[in-house]
Nanobody
Framework: EVQLVESGGGLVQPGGSLRLSCAAS????????MSWVRQAPGKGLEWVSA????????YYAESMKGRFTISRDNAKNTVYLQMNSLKPEDTAVYYC???????WGQGTQVTVSS
C-alpha cells in the first residue's frame, strides 16, 4: 500500500521559514519523481515544485523560485520542501504526491500570519 505522510507544517510569521517532509512507503521511491502541490483556502490546487527520481532535476512554480527548495533523500524515502521568505499568500495545505500518479499524502497545513 502506497503511503505518503507529510509533516512540518505550522504557523509562521511572514518572512519566516518552514521545512516540510514527506515520508513515502509502499513503492520503490527512487523509481519516481515527486511533487509538492498546495491548496489555499477557497482556491484550487496549485502545483508548487517537482524533483526527478535522483534529485538531479528540480522544477518550481514561478512564484516559488528563489524561496522554496525541493530535495530528496532516497535512502530515507523522503522528499522535502524548504520554504523561506514565507508570505501570507503561501498559506495553504501542502500535499506531496508521486508525480503523475493518483497517490497523494493527507497534507500538512502551513499558515503564514503575524
Amino acid at each position: 500500500e502506497v503511503q505518503l505522510v507529510e509533516s512540518g507544517g505550522g504557523l509562521v510569521q511572514p518572512g519566516g521559514s518552514l521545512r516540510l517532509s514527506c515520508a513515502a512507503s509502499g513503492f520503490t521511491f527512487d523509481d519516481y519523481a515527486m511533487s509538492w502541490v498546495r491548496q489555499a483556502p477557497g482556491k484550487g490546487l496549485e502545483w508548487v515544485s517537482a524533483i526527478s527520481w535522483n534529485g538531479g532535476s528540480t522544477y518550481y512554480a514561478e512564484s516559488m523560485k528563489g524561496r522554496f527548495t525541493i530535495s530528496r533523500d532516497n535512502a530515507k524515502n523522503t522528499v522535502y520542501l524548504q520554504m523561506n521568505s514565507l508570505k501570507p499568500e503561501d498559506t495553504a495545505v501542502y500535499y506531496c504526491r508521486v508525480s503523475g500518479s493518483p497517490y497523494w499524502g493527507q497534507g500538512t497545513q502551513v499558515t503564514v500570519s503575524s
